[in-house]
């Protein structure tokens, strides 16, 4: 048989058995729910970390690069790590409670085998989410030597952010078959409210422009 042609038999068969243990844990629902919420924190974040550091009066930018991915690599991690224990934790008692109905050791079965994929897709989805989320924003700063103005680095971030917030709003919409307009505007509020929060502190506009 042709490598290529036992690669791709291989990879269908993966794709496959993929498919059965979603079908049997249901894991795509709490990861697309874990894509929109870890992904709006990521992005939240990010632009409390920027909004932070421009009224810091931060004006180099692998100063800001540095702290962001600091930011970015602790949410991943944290979310990662979360998800990892918590969905872990509940596919052990679900199979524990299995083996006490049946009377089974579900140790290697298929079963024992769908919990296990079901746990690492999740844990991935909650730990990447945020991860790549926070990194887009800080995008602009990654940049900077292109875009070579520090503001135009910070402005351009914030609408990254605000554009990303009214993208995960309009996903949730279109998830809950709600108004997308609707559910895009409310995160991208919940962006201005975090800056304006942030402004509003004692000393936030100490360090303007």
Request: proline share 2%.
């Amino acid at each position: 048989m042709n490598p290529l042609d036992s690669t791709r038999q291989q990879l269908a068969r993966q794709i496959e058995a993929i498919r059965e243990y979603e079908r049997i844990t249901g894991f795509w629902e709490i990861a697309r729910r874990a894509l929109a919420n870890n992904s709006f924190d990521g992005v939240l974040t990010m632009i409390g970390v920027l909004t932070g550091s421009y009224l810091g009066g931060i004006r180099h930018a692998g100063t800001v690069v540095r702290v962001g991915i600091a930011a970015s690599i602790s949410i991943g991690i944290s979310g990662f790590s979360g998800a990892y224990l918590a969905e872990s934790a509940e596919r052990r008692r679900e199979l524990a409670q299995l083996e006490r109905v049946s009377l089974t050791n579900l140790d290697g079965t298929k079963l024992s085998r769908a919990a296990n994929v079901a746990v690492a897709i999740v844990s991935l989805v909650d730990g990447l989410s945020p991860l790549f989320s926070s990194l887009l924003v800080l995008l602009p700063f990654l940049l900077a030597s292109i875009i070579g103005n520090i503001l135009v680095s910070y402005g351009l971030a914030l609408v990254i952010g605000l554009v990303s917030l009214f993208g995960l709003g309009a996903f949730l919409g279109h998830i809950s078959e709600r108004s997308l307009l609707g559910y895009g505007l409310r995160t991208v509020l919940a962006g201005i409210v975090a800056v304006a929060i942030n402004f509003l502190l004692p000393g936030g506009s100490a360090n303007g422009p």
